[in-house]
């Protein structure tokens, strides 16, 4: 049996991502940082399903030694990891006039040198099974920033360029890494924009309506099982960058 750690997996995307994996029959590392009941739902919700192979792991990905302490729990529960998908992220916004040190490093922090850290990890494990698979969710804001977001736009432009250096030092390893941009979903976070910024976001989609949430999961699915794709990033959208 395959597995995965995915990481913010108890609200929004993540949590559909560990649905989807959970149905394709992956072994779940289903990790959160403040909601241990969601999280737990979430596992529920995989054995519901008929996959009885499901585990919550809290961790703040902000702590390098707990996300050591993570994936050491991977292998101790499976004895192995195959995917990896760095899915928790987090916004601040506020113009660059207005933004806070604690609003810049908050973002940065769990953005970017949370994945390092989860990709650090990962890689001394795959590394040495010559296989694997690391899926980073970024943003379409890493291309084209939005207004009030620099900390988040800067911070998923930053993990694009993360994903094509590991890629390059992790291929020798057979292993993959790839960048993956989501549409608009109306998640916990997207819920913080106001009404007339969601309208216009969804008036730039070509389809007039944003992807939905199973086809973003279907790409990632793909990419997990892909293991000659590697170093590339895919706008999962209909908004032209
Ligand atoms: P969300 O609903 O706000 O969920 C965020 C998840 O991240 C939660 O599971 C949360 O855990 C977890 N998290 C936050 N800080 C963490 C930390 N320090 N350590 C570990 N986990 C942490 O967000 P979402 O909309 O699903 O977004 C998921 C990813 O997609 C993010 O990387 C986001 O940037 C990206 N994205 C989203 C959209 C969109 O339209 N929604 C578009 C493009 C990209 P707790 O529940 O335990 O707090």
Not at 119 to 140: D, F, P, T, Y
Not at 158 to 173: N, P, Q, S, V, Y
Request: hydrophobic share 45%; charged share 25%; proline share 1%.
């Amino acid at each position: 049996m395959k597995t995965v750690l995915i990481t913010g997996a108890s609200r929004g995307i993540g949590k559909a991502l560990a649905l989807a994996f959970g149905r394709a029959g992956y072994a779940v590392g289903v990790n959160y940082h403040k909601e241990k009941a969601k999280a737990e739902a979430v596992v529920q919700e995989i054995f519901e399903a008929g996959n009885k192979e499901g585990e919550v792991l809290a961790c703040d990905v902000r702590d390098s030694i707990k996300v050591r302490q993570m994936m050491d729990a991977m292998l101790v529960r499976w004895g192995r990891l195959d995917v990896l998908v760095n899915n928790a992220g987090i916004t601040r916004d506020r113009t660059i006039l207005k933004m806070t040190n604690g609003e810049w490093n908050d973002v940065i922090d769990v953005n970017l040198s949370g994945v390092f850290w989860c990709v650090r990890e990962a890689a001394r494990l795959m590394s040495k099974e010559k296989h694997g698979s690391i899926i980073n969710i970024a943003s379409i804001m890493a291309l084209r920033p939005g207004f009030g977001n620099a900390n988040y736009s800067a911070s998923k432009a930053g993990l694009i360029a993360l994903t094509k250096a590991a890629a390059k030092e992790l291929g020798r390893f057979h292993v993959t890494v790839n960048a993956v941009l989501p549409g608009f979903h109306e998640t916990d976070m997207a819920s913080e924009l106001p009404a007339e910024h969601k309208k216009k976001l969804l008036e730039e989609h070509l389809t007039g309506q944003s992807t939905t949430i199973a086809d973003l999961c279907r790409v990632v699915l793909e990419l997990a099982q892909n293991a000659s794709v590697s170093g590339q990033v895919f706008n999962v959208d209909s908004r032209i960058v």
